[in-house]
Every structure is written in structure tokens, then in C-alpha cells.
């Protein structure tokens, strides 16, 4: 098996890491994006209207700023972290400010840190879903009167104790010591149907929610906040913690950027789109959201090494000097006077060759990673390679473009989806045509882009090999 390496250093240093401490501002500032080319979570017509809202540049440079030091003094606290407590007192700072914080202005002010590139579409997203829960959570009508139990929920009874299962919210979670959206999640966790086993239907919920009202396990102002959360909250929709989302950004975000790497994004707009584009056409999900949902950042890095290893197989990492593979083997030959002699062959890999060969281990160690335990339950793709190297730094948007731009150096009037097919067959060994010197880091790219997205039937790509060359 191929080693992993430097994977115990890593998880080391994930291990230090992810215990916050004092976070400096600068790595605080990692926040701003980066990473996304356009906006998925709002619509054009609502950019203009904010850009033409929001003109004072210093004011939206106040607001950025006290953004940043709520996080940092967030995750400077030592109780537990408690989202709708950030979220109140981001909200308390932008008000003593002078920031008119109604639920409109507030949103409208997410949004203005999102078009100004000062948070990304993930963190937008859970703003204005905190930020709506907070609101919701002050505005609820108390209308409930307590009802018999039915027959459905005495069956349920059988399987679920009421008492322990809604403990804690007898007392309403102070988002201190105990979380109001963790206590949430415990009680959907924990609750079992008939047949003594987990369930996530809805009306079970409500069934056991409707008990444990009648069992005055709590008041009506608790049974209504928790409809409120078991129907229209956004923390039934979640994918991560907000916590989550911080440890992938300080902790893996532009981790692995190459010493050498010299380039310079000058307009994020006008770099290419692959990481922030729809995974389906009505869908929100973005590759980058994928990504972050999928996996921690323990595992981002873990994604990201095996295009790295690749690239210093081709010879591609920009601060690695790869010499060429050779193959040698030892020969021991009896001559004619019955004595042995020993000799040894060595064949030095052709660049074609060579590419294939870093090919054939990348596969095999998306193979290896994907029986790894921290990845049980994971689906490993070669979009996701590329997005983690890309979420890493270890590649940039220039490499993300060079991947469909290449096929223009051959076929220069082909349309863009025949460019791509094009340069995938190219690449894959079935024409004669392969990457030249100098190599470049999108030669590793194009194994994950085009295989994964065009080639998607090919399940592991043994048809796209050269039978021409040494290695196929």
C-alpha cells in the first residue's frame, strides 16, 4: 500500500489546531472570498440593488471589520459556542454601531459582505439563517392547548421516554453552557418508531413534541419555538456547524498554497467558475458546498495530498525537482561455465509513460483513501480531489482554467463541450497527443476534471488507456 505520508504530522497539527486559541485577525481575514467566482445564494438584480444601497465604502469597511471581531471574540470564549448567541451579539455590535438591525436591513447588510467579497456563499447562508431564526424565535404566537394522547403516539411512547428525551429543554438552553440547535439535534437523533429504530419522520417529532407539552415537560412558550425549528427552521436543511465551517477555513483553506506559486487573482470575477458552479441546474449546491458538506478538514488535506503526490510524480509541483521514473529490475543468469551472473536493468519511463504511471496512483490511492476509517460512509470523486487541492491552495484558478482552455492549442474552432471530450481522449492516452514540457500542475487536473465530469461512465478508466505506450 502506498504511505500516506506526513499524515501523522497532519493529524497533529489538525489536533492543535482545531482547539481554538487567540486567532490573530489576519487569519481571521481568511474569511474573505477567495474561492467563489460568482454569487449562487442571490440573485443579479438583487447585487445591483445592494451595490447601489450600500455606496459608503467606508461604512461597509466598518461593518466588515466588526464582522471579523465578533468571530474572533466568538471563538476566543470558552463555554460552549452557541450560534444564536453569536448571532445576537453580532447583531448587539452592529447596533451600538449605529447599524440598523431589522431583520430587512440585517439580511441586506449579509448580503452587502457577500457581494463585497468579505464572506463567501457558505457563510451568507448560515448568517441569514441565524439571523432569521433569531428573529422568528422573538415574533411566535402562543396558541396551543394541550391535547389527549392519540393511539400513534402511545406507540411511540412504547419506544421513546418523553421525559428524558426532551430534558433539556425543561429549562430553555441559556447558548452558554448548553446550545438550543444542539439540544434540537440530540432529541431527532434519539427518536425511535414502533419498531425500535431511529427514525426521521417529521410527524414523529410532533407527535412526541404534542406529549411532552401535555406531560408539562415544558411551557407553551418552549412547544411553540420547537414547532418553530421542526417545521421552518433552517437547522432542519443544515449540512455543517458553523464551528465546522470555521476549522475548514483556518485550518485547510489555502494550507497546502506551493512556496513558488506566483499567481495573482486581480478580479475574482473573472476567474474561472468550476468550484461555485450548480452540481445541478435548479440545484444550490455548488461543488465548493459539496466539499464543505462532505468532508472535515482533516480530510479536505487528506484529498488535496493525493493531487499533490500526483503533480510530484509528472514532475508538475512547482516546489518539487522530479527526476524520471525508472524501472529496474535484477537479472541473475547462468552462463555457460555453471556460474551465476548477476545484472540489473533499468528502463527509464517516456514522458507519456510517466503521466500514465501517476494516473494509475492517483487511482490506486483514491482506492486506499477510500477504505480509510475516516472515510467510512464517503463517496470519494475526482471532483472532489480537484475542489480540496483548489480549497488547499494547491491549485489555482488558472489551473482550473487551463483544463477546458488546453484543447484551443489543437482544435482551436471546436465548441467548448467538444474541446473538453477532445482534450479528455488526448489526455487519456487515445490519441497520440500528451502534455509537453514544461509540465504543469492542470496535467493532474485534467485526470480529475475530465474523467469526472465528461468520461462519468467510464467507472475506472482502464478504457482510456494508450496501449502504445510503456505504461498504459
Known amino acids: 500500500m502506498l504511505r500516506i505520508t506526513n499524515f501523522i504530522m497532519l493529524i497533529i ?17 481568511k474569511l474573505k472570498n477567495t474561492k467563489e467566482v460568482f454569487i449562487s ?55 451600538e454601531s449605529g447599524i440598523n438591525v431589522s431583520l430587512e436591513n440585517l439580511q441586506d447588510t449579509f448580503k452587502m459582505l457577500r457581494v463585497t467579497n468579505a464572506i463567501d456563499d457558505i457563510f451568507y447562508d448560515i448568517l441569514i439563517g441565524l439571523s432569521t431564526d433569531q428573529e422568528e424565535f422573538g415574533e411566535l404566537k402562543l396558541n396551543k392547548r394541550r391535547s389527549k394522547t392519540g393511539l400513534k403516539a402511545k406507540k411511540l411512547l412504547e419506544k421513546n421516554d418523553v421525559a428524558e428525551l426532551f430534558s433539556g429543554f425543561s429549562v430553555w438552553p441559556d447558548e452558554s453552557d448548553r446550545c438550543v440547535y444542539q439540544e434540537f439535534i440530540y432529541i431527532k437523533n434519539k427518536i425511535k418508531n414502533k419498531h425500535n429504530i431511529a427514525s426521521d419522520k417529521k410527524r414523529h417529532f410532533k407527535l412526541l413534541l404534542k406529549e411532552a407539552y401535555r406531560q408539562n415537560i415544558f411551557n407553551l412558550e418552549t412547544y411553540n ?17 458553523l464551528r465546522d465551517y470555521f ?4 485550518n485547510a483553506k489555502d494550507k497546502m498554497k506551493p512556496i513558488n506559486s506566483n499567481y495573482v487573482v486581480r478580479n475574482i470575477e473573472e476567474e474561472d467558475s468550476f468550484t461555485s458552479e450548480r452540481i445541478r441546474r435548479f440545484s444550490r449546491m455548488t461543488r465548493r458546498k459539496v466539499l464543505f458538506k462532505k468532508y472535515d478538514e482533516t480530510q479536505i488535506i487528506l484529498l488535496a495530498q493525493i493531487i499533490q503526490r500526483a503533480s510530484k510524480r509528472m514532475g508538475a509541483d512547482p516546489d518539487t525537482k522530479s527526476g524520471r521514473p525508472v524501472i529496474s529490475q535484477e537479472f541473475s543468469t547462468i552462463n555457460e561455465n555453471g556460474e551465476r551472473e548477476n545484472y540489473v536493468e533499468q528502463i527509464e519511463l517516456d514522458p507519456q ?22 472515510f467510512v460512509g464517503l463517496q470519494i470523486t475526482y471532483e472532489d480531489l480537484v475542489t480540496a487541492a483548489f480549497e488547499t491552495g494547491y491549485i489555482t484558478f488558472e489551473d482550473l482554467e487551463y483544463v477546458v482552455k488546453y484543447d484551443d492549442l489543437w482544435n482551436p474552432t471546436t465548441s467548448p463541450f467538444e474541446k473538453i471530450v477532445g482534450f479528455s481522449f488526448n489526455v487519456a492516452g487515445v490519441g497520440s497527443i500528451f502534455l509537453p514540457p514544461p509540465w504543469n500542475i492542470t496535467a493532474t487536473i485534467a485526470l480529475g476534471v475530465v474523467e469526472g465530469l465528461i468520461l462519468n461512465t467510464r467507472k ?7 496501449p502504445a505506450t510503456f505504461i498504459e
Do not use: H
Not at 15 to 28: F, G, L, Q
Not at 247 to 250: Q, S
Open 13 to 29: 497539527f489538525l489536533s492543535i489546531t482545531s482547539a481554538w486559541a487567540t486567532i490573530p485577525m489576519e487569519t481571521i481575514a
Open 41 to 95: 445564494s442571490f440573485s443579479k438584480n438583487e447585487q445591483k440593488r445592494i451595490k447601489e444601497k450600500f455606496q459608503d465604502q467606508n461604512q461597509n469597511t466598518k461593518i466588515k471589520n466588526i464582522l471579523y471581531s465578533t468571530i474572533q471574540n466568538y471563538l476566543d470564549q470558552e463555554d460552549a459556542q452557541c450560534e444564536l448567541r453569536f448571532i445576537a451579539q453580532l447583531s448587539k455590535n452592529l447596533k
Open 225 to 241: 419555538k420547537l414547532e418553530y425549528l421542526r417545521t421552518k427552521s433552517f437547522v432542519t436543511k443544515r449540512n455543517f456547524w
Open 247 to 250: 476549522k475548514i477555513i483556518f
Open 353 to 374: 509513460s510517466q503521466f500514465n504511471l501517476a494516473r494509475r496512483l492517483l487511482r490506486k490511492e483514491m482506492v486506499e483513501t477510500q477504505m480509510m476509517e475516516t
Open 460 to 466: 475506472n478508466g482502464a478504457e482510456n488507456d494508450n
